[in-house]
């Protein structure tokens, strides 16, 4: 079972769509993670792949490419097109950003990226649309984001 992974500028395009730092160490790192088991506030290695299965966690004060800070679960008894879903990716996640991150995505230089069900994952189970901050591109993190205004 593995995950699309949709990279998403923050801003300016039709696909445009937090935790503290001793929250986040208490969260499991270094380790893989199956895409389908990750939580709000875990730092992840952003995969190079599209399609995304296990996924390597990190401690949030060591450098890291990417923090979990939504997932929606999707109730829909049918995995909806690949359109609506892209469409209901990009608007999910940003309408979560600010919350998480404590600025609006036109005013932080960090992008989004987002993970959701392929047809095979949904098949089996898969439901959620996974919402994670990145920093600019060719940076990584070394903090959490949550709450950060970053």
């Given at each position: 079972?593995?995950?699309a992974?949709?990279?998403?500028?923050?801003?300016?395009?039709?696909?445009?769509?937090?935790?503290?730092?001793?929250?986040?160490?208490?969260?499991?790192?270094?380790?893989?993670?199956?895409?389908?088991?990750?939580?709000?506030?875990?730092?992840?290695?952003?995969?190079?792949?599209?399609e995304?299965?296990?996924?390597?966690?990190?401690?949030c004060?060591?450098?890291?490419?990417?923090?979990?800070?939504?997932?929606?679960?999707?109730?829909?008894?049918?995995?909806?097109?690949?359109a609506?879903?892209?469409?209901?990716?990009s608007?999910?996640?940003?309408?979560?950003?600010?919350?998480?991150?404590?600025?609006?995505?036109?005013?932080?230089?960090?992008?989004v990226?987002?993970?959701?069900?392929?047809?095979?994952?949904?098949?089996?189970?898969?439901?959620?649309?996974?919402?994670?901050?990145?920093?600019?591109?060719?940076?990584?993190?070394?903090?959490?984001?949550?709450?950060?205004?970053?």
């Amino acid at each position: 079972m593995s995950h699309a992974l949709r990279s998403m500028l923050a801003v300016g395009t039709a696909a445009a769509m937090g935790l503290s730092l001793s929250a986040c160490s208490l969260l499991p790192f270094g380790n893989q993670t199956h895409s389908t088991s990750l939580k709000v506030g875990q730092c992840i290695q952003l995969p190079d792949d599209d399609e995304v299965g296990d996924i390597t966690t990190a401690n949030c004060a060591e450098e890291h490419t990417g923090e979990v800070y939504y997932i929606l679960t999707l109730t829909q008894d049918t995995l909806p097109s690949r359109a609506e879903i892209e469409k209901l990716t990009s608007d999910t996640c940003d309408d979560n950003f600010e919350a998480y991150v404590g600025s609006a995505t036109n005013e932080t230089e960090l992008d989004v990226t987002a993970m959701f069900p392929t047809k095979n994952s949904w098949d089996k189970g898969d439901r959620d649309i996974v919402c994670i901050v990145i920093p600019a591109e060719g940076k990584t993190l070394t903090q959490s984001v949550r709450g950060s205004g970053m």
